[in-house]
């Protein structure tokens, strides 16, 4: 099955509209869908991201990357954790930011 760009803009709309419902209740952005075009010719990616965890998926909505946001600030809230500034991670990361 191969979506057009069309299908895969209506596609990330609807999952936009479901999944605002979550955005609404927690005053934050949760849940955010997007269709980027990188201009390499391969035509657009569907951008998903969710908690601050990025996937791309082509118009056959197979993976082709995936990754976590550096700057999550759901990061906390699922390790359960608070940011401090003396974890040597956290420095870490602000550094090689």
Request: glycine share 6%; with cysteine; charged share 30%.
């Amino acid at each position: 099955m191969k979506l057009r760009i069309r299908d895969m803009k209506n596609f990330s709309e609807n999952l936009n509209q479901v999944f605002n419902i979550l955005n609404k209740l927690t005053d934050s952005e949760v849940f955010q869908s997007t269709l980027i075009d990188l201009n390499d010719g391969e035509g657009p990616l569907l951008h998903i991201k969710v908690c601050g965890r990025d996937s791309f998926w082509d118009d056959k909505l197979e993976c082709q990357d995936q990754g976590m946001m550096v700057n999550n600030k759901f990061i906390d809230v699922l390790k359960g954790v608070g940011r401090e500034e003396s974890n040597p991670m956290y420095e870490s990361i602000l550094i090689n930011n």
